[in-house]
């Protein structure tokens, strides 16, 4: 039991280092890639002032991310519990997560929260809104839905609001796993409960999906998978855009005449620090428009003599 109790206070705190630094352990994916943090609300389920929002929610989970519930709109005081959820051919191990909250609190109401994990470091400020909190356990969780948190709390002015999942406001958002050092995977989609007429947003996890990768010093864009696009430090656009048109964000090439006459492609500002004349946005340089400038052998005393 001593052993358990130093894991379950290291744990934590091996977590909050590999947050804080915000590298991963390599530059593939680890177990939870491809994960969301996603928000369901009981049907029917009222909030009592005994036990913990946790264990109020906790038997009445949904049995499958789809299922879940993201409206009430109701103003009687409700529950509403926090999932990380998992693709369900992936095997997550899921040890530890950031994220924060963000909701009006003009109309907004939070009665009690507590975490569903065996640790918890919120901000000084949690659960107001832009705060964050870190979740960590003792155990790996391996189910495609982990509980992480509960909430309760109600909307009083009847009014069309939401309760938004958001990245920890310091740390980002990421889930880690059980190995030393962690392996931290970005939270790819936070969900939202709905108050009233809004709807709310559900989004349930997917596969490895490609997308847009544009890669860094102005390189191609080029279709690749989220944590391939990590690995070679580009920056992924999403899941199922696409490079043409091109997304990405670069200045336009040219040809740049150097003054050996050679053609070079470049930007203007890439030409310019070249000391070359740029010939315009999307010249080629075949054929070569480029000349030479004419070099003439001379004394000082000749260059004198042609201006006098």
């Known amino acids: 039991m001593q052993h358990r109790s130093i894991l379950a206070s290291a744990l934590p705190a091996m977590f909050l280092v590999s947050i804080a630094l915000c590298v991963p352990r390599s530059g593939l994916a680890g177990p939870n890639a491809n994960g969301t943090l996603i928000v369901h609300a009981p049907p029917g389920i009222v909030y009592c002032d005994f036990g913990t ?8 989970g949904p049995a499958s991310c789809e299922e879940a519930n993201t409206n009430v709109g109701s103003p009687e005081s409700t529950v509403w519990s926090v999932y990380a959820a998992f693709p369900q051919s ?6 530890g997560v950031t994220f924060g909250i963000d909701y009006d609190i003009d109309t907004v109401a939070i009665l009690d929260s507590g975490a569903c994990g065996d640790f ?15 979740v960590t356990w003792s155990v790996a969780q391996t189910s495609a839905l982990t509980h992480v948190y509960a909430f309760a709390g109600y909307e009083y002015y009847g009014q069309d609001v939401s ?10 958002g990421y889930f880690a796993d059980d190995d030393v050092p962690s392996n931290l995977d970005p939270i790819v989609d936070y969900g939202k409960l709905g108050f009233n007429g809004n709807p709310g947003y559900l989004p349930c996890p997917s596969g490895p999906q490609l997308g847009a990768c544009c890669l860094p010093d102005c390189g191609p864009c080029v279709v690749l998978l989220r944590e391939e696009c990590g690995a070679a430090n580009g920056n992924f656009l999403g899941p199922g855009t696409v490079c043409d048109p091109n997304p990405c964000d670069c200045p336009p090439y040219g040809a740049c005449c ?3 006459g050679s053609c070079d492609l470049g930007s203007e500002m890439e030409c310019l620090d070249q000391e070359g004349v740029y010939q315009g946005d999307d010249f080629p340089c075949d054929p070569n428009p480029c000349e030479p400038v004419p070099v003439q052998r001379s004394t000082w005393g000749g260059v004198k003599a042609v201006y006098r």
């Open 163 to 172: 309760f938004d999942l958001t990245p920890h406001p310091s740390q980002g």
């Open 90 to 95: 992936d095997a997550p191990r899921l040890s």
């Open 53 to 60: 929002p946790c264990e109020q929610t906790d038997a009445h």
């Open 120 to 134: 918890e470091l919120p901000t000084g400020d949690w659960p107001r809104p832009g705060a964050g909190t870190a």
């Open 258 to 260: 150097l003054s050996d």
